[in-house]
């Protein structure tokens, strides 16, 4: 199988007292055709990765090749051949859509029509508009156009829908989705499980300049031995405070995890364990304030592998 990416032992280090080590050792195979997610927070080193296989930074050591060239030898040849959307694109606000592309597809010496690249991202009634007259959402995918003008067999998509409505988040994924039917490869990072589980067909999640663990969605969860998840919370009054294992050793609860005052149960089957977690907490007088079930995620694996969840690791970032 031919890959569109590859990565050996990739590393970046940044001068410093003490230097900082921003991607320690990563290994990376991504396939031709793949929409390939990468999750994690700030600073965990996903940002320096890309940067590197967009030719926008140089690595310390390692080996990174792009569409099987490397940056050192053949960077015209990778240009041409890539698009890259940033999470935030400037973009001169007086002119109109059509001459913003118009622009882009000047850079490069094939690709499609700046209309066909409207086209593609459904924005032909805002053609003659300025940027600045845009929406948000409206405005990203006009930065997607800019990356799709070249006609690129790689696409680096960098928090694509981060801020954007629901709407322009499905519009986006539409584009996305249809760049892969049609034999386009994705790099894509983000921060949203929910838009990795549906896009991707295997995400890398990072943390500390290493991969942690990369596989399919599914694989990824299904690793977790549990496919749902059971949350709730008990008054705790005075000395009282339950351990932060509590229910690990119930019946089919295969981990446990306290988050605050909320209790998280990893579970198969929640109709076998429920009536086990009821009996164990009358058992122990403790009232029962709120349950509910729910599917397991991604987030649960971050969690689970990095002790902390995503939000939390961005507002300490």
């Known amino acids: ?18 230097p900082v080590e921003a991607v320690r050792g990563v290994d990376l195979l991504v396939e031709e055709g793949e929409c390939f997610g990468v999750l994690g927070p700030n600073g965990a080193g996903k940002t320096t990765t890309i940067e590197i296989l967009e030719g926008l930074l140089a690595a310390t050591s390692g080996e990174a090749r792009v569409l099987g060239h490397s940056w050192n030898g053949a960077g015209d040849k990778i240009r041409e051949q890539i698009g890259i959307s940033l999470q935030e694109t400037r973009l001169s606000e007086k002119l109109s859509v059509l001459e913003t592309l118009t622009l882009f597809r000047s850079f490069y010496r094939e690709g499609i029509s700046p209309k066909e690249a409207i086209k593609q991202v459904s924005l032909e009634e805002k053609a003659d508009s300025w ?12 930065a997607v156009a800019t990356a799709l003008v070249g006609d690129p067999k790689l696409l680096f998509l960098d928090e694509p829908t ?36 549906r896009l991707c067909d295997r995400v890398a999640i990072f943390d500390h300049g290493r991969i942690l663990a990369l ?26 405070s339950l351990p932060d294992d509590f229910g690990s050793d119930l019946p089919g609860v295969s981990a446990a ?16 364990v429920i009536p ?13 304030t709120s349950l509910t079930t729910r599917q397991a995620t991604l987030e649960d694996v971050f969690v689970h592998l990095t002790g902390r969840h995503l939000d939390d690791v961005e507002d300490e970032s």
Not at 1 to 18: F, N, Q, T, V, W
Not at 131 to 142: A, D, M, T
Not at 257 to 272: G, I, S, Y
Request: aromatic share 6%.
């Open 162 to 197: 981060t801020g954007l409505d629901p709407q322009s988040r499905r519009e986006l994924w539409g584009i996305i989705t249809d760049f892969r039917s049609k034999g386009g490869t994705i790099l894509i990072t983000t921060h949203y499980m929910d838009e990795a589980e």
């Open 257 to 272: 995890r306290r988050d605050a005052d909320n209790h998280c149960l990893f579970v198969a089957q929640p109709h076998v």
């Open 1 to 18: 199988m031919p890959y569109a990416i590859e990565c050996h032992d990739l590393r970046k280090m940044y001068a410093g007292s003490p």
């Open 215 to 240: 596989d399919s969605p599914q694989n990824l969860i299904d690793g977790l031995g549990a496919d749902h998840m059971i949350d709730f919370e008990v008054d705790e009054i005075g000395d009282v």
């Open 131 to 142: 940027i600045k007259n845009l929406s948000g959402g409206q405005k990203q995918r006009v």
């Open 276 to 288: 086990a977690l009821l009996s164990c907490l009358q058992e122990e007088e403790l009232e029962l």
